[in-house]
Structure formats: C-alpha cells, structure tokens
C-alpha cells in the first residue's frame, strides 16, 4: 500500500489554521481558542477527496509562544510536515491583512517548492474579499478568500484541492482505516511515546512538562500488512484541577476518543500507584462497552516486581475490566508496543465475530436452564427468543416478557455466561432487552 497524500495546513498563530482543519472535516477535531499556542502537534484526519482519501493535518502556528523547549519541537514538527506534504494551504488573515511575519513564512514555503494553495482566510465580508488581492505580494498565486468560521467556500476549497492533487495516483487499497486505537492515560504515562514507537518517527511532541499533548491526534500507522489510527490523547487529571478551556476541552477529545475508539489502549503508569484518573477513565471505557488493552508503561522503570502479582494489582483495581488483556511494555524503547497492537487487533477481531441466531437462543436456553431469572415481587421474568443485531461491540438483544424483571446481578451473570461460551472472553458484550407480548 502507498503513501496517502497529505494536505498540510501551515500559517503564523491565530489566522485560523485549526477552524479551516475543522471545516474541511466538517467535524470539531483540532482545539480551536482566541489566544495563540493551543495546536503543538501534528493533528491529521482522514478525508475522502475526489476519489481519494487524503490526509488533512493541522500544525502549529510558527513563532508561538511557548516554552523555549516545546517551541523548538513544534517548529520541528511544521518542519517535518511541510517536508511530507503533497500539497501545502498557507493560510492567512484577510481581516488583519498582509504583517511582516506571513512574509516569513511565504519565504519558508517558495524554498519548499511544494505545490501551494494561498487561502485568506476570515474574508466574511465583501470588502475583506477584496482587499484579499494584497497577498499576491506573498509570490504564491492567487489568494482564495474564505471564511472557515462560517464554513464560506469551503466546497469551492475541496474542488480546488481535488484539481491540485489529480495527478497523483490512488494507492493500493485506497480506504479509510476500519480500526482506530486510542491510547489514553493521566499525565506522562507515555502515551506519546508509545504512538511515535508505533510510527517509527517522531509524529507527536515528547517532552518532560506535563500536560504537552493537547489535541486528539491522529496518526495513521501501518504494522506489516494491516492499517489503522492510532489517537493519541491529552494526558487527564482531575476535573477540579483544570487549568483551562484548553484542558477542559482537551479531556472532551479523549473521552470522544474513547468513544469513537475500536480498541483502547489504557496507560498505566508502572511507577505510581494506580489513581481516580486512572479508574475514571476505565468507566469511561466500560461505559461505552469499548474494547481494551490495559497496557503497563514503564515496566523497565518498575521494582522487581513479578508481572503476575502487578497483574493481580490491576484486576483489584480495576475490576470493571477484569476481562480486559494487560500487556507490559516499555515504550521508549519500543518494548512490547507492536505486542500491545497484536493484542488489540485482536479484541477488534474478537468483536467482529457475529454468531448464529439458533445457536445463540439454544446458548440462552442453557444458560436460563442453569439459573433461572427471578422476581421477588410480580409475575416471573421470561425471555423468548435471543438475536445478535450488531457487532464492535457484540450486541445481544433478549426479547422478554418486561425488562424491568430482570436484575442488574442477572443480566452480569449472562454477561460472564456468554463470554464463557462464546469467542468474547476479553471483550465487553453489551445485552439490551426489549418487550415483546407473550403469546
């Protein structure tokens, strides 16, 4: 399989680089706020494009304020990005016009010599289109006025990405990837780390302070033959610690994240104890039935401290994921990463097995022989018939006489039964009941 095409946005801060990534995806991915620095790495998505599916990545702006050490590695990363782009949009501001510091960065993409789209952007007005034209001075063409905040000309923009990349061919098998990983954990458990040892570059920022990822960031990765995203989310703490809007929205990327996932790769850090954060986050991915690798980060850092015993740890720490697997790795050197992707492909697998509908009600029918439903008040509780509507996650619809019969304990005890029975033993089953006159 080929490399897709990126198309990279670059820019100086706060000309709204992250509102056009929003725009064209038509989705809220890349954290959009009024003061400069929020974007630092690389943030992609897929999209389809003309027949193709391209890659869209947002960068950060160049000349950020930040810290000296995460200010360099952010202008590594827009480095990086221009040198992998198929196609640059250099974006400007049309309501401040043409500042000293959109001719440094036009200077920086002419050396480039890559195919380049020149957008002046927040053009939400007549005059603002007009006075777009004094960024022919940049020596990149004609300016595309726009407004991404109001999506204003954003189908005119595709059409004229679609003409600009027609002459590369599709790559082989040219489809969005089916499974996306999303690798959550609290501050500094390495999740960084770990996706840039799974892409074999340096795709997102690393660095000592906490709190240096900020956006849901996608990386498409591709381990032998298979294909697939991994997200790499924001470090989360609690909620009465948030410092921000930043945080505050960065932690509404990650649970999204979790929600979206097809398997969740859940960091633990090796050397503290297991936190709320770590237990919050693990409802919140029992909570949207996702399957997960609890994966043990920094194992070369930890005590001699046997893997079983550890293991032990985790399960009566985290019991709402006792069937999860737990793969230990040391990401930094890249330990057992590609292990912990096996593992989830895995569980992505797992949950796309659909089983047979007489199969499943002969297994309910046992399971029901084994221990029957009751009620201690009210007419007994009766299932029917059983069907499996859906899967990732597998989904067992029971039709029953009431559901308000059935307990909580007995509908666990048909949870475990199946994933007894069934090739779900380390996957969530969600079991829903639906009403159905007796007959």
Known sequence: ????????????????????????????????????GVTRDRVSALLRLGGKTVE????GGMGIPA??????????????AIESADLLLLVVDANEGLVPLDEEVAERIRRSSKLTVLV?????????TREAAQFYKLGLGEPFPMSAKNSTGRDELLKLLEVNLAGLAPVAGDKPPEVRIAVVGKRNAGKSTLVNALAGAERVIVDSAPGTTRDA?????????????????????????????VEFF?????????RTASVVLLLLDATTKISRVDKKLAA??????????????????SEDVPTGMFGKYVRDKLSGLHYAPIVFTAAVDGTNVFAAIDVAMGLYEQGSFRIGTGVLNRLVEDAVAQRAPSSRKGPRPKVFYATQPQVNPPTIVLFVNQPGLFSKQ?????????????PYSEIPIRIKLKSRAER
Do not use: H
């Open 217 to 245: 960031v996608d990386v498409p990765i591709r381990v032998g033959a298979k294909f697939m995203v991994a997200v790499d989310t924001a470090g989360v703490r609690k909620k009465g610690k948030l410092d921000d809007s």
């Open 1 to 36: 399989m080929g490399r897709i095409p990126q198309v990279v946005i670059v820019g100086r801060p706060n000309v709204g680089k992250s509102t056009l990534f929003n725009c064209l995806l038509k989705k809220r991915l890349a954290i959009v706020e009024r003061f400069s």
């Open 284 to 301: 919140f991915i029992t909570g949207y039935s996702r399957p997960c690798v609890i994966v043990v980060n920094k194992w070369d850092l």
């Open 250 to 258: 960065s932690r509404v990327r990650t649970e999204q994240a979790i």
């Open 120 to 128: 002046a952007n927040k053009a939400d007005n007549e005059r603002r």
């Open 67 to 80: 810290a000296r050490s995460i200010a360099q590695k952010v202008q590594a990363q827009i480095e990086t």
């Open 56 to 59: 869209i990545v947002d960068t």
């Open 410 to 422: 007995y509908l666990r005890y048909l949870e475990n039964y199946f994933r007894d029975k069934l």
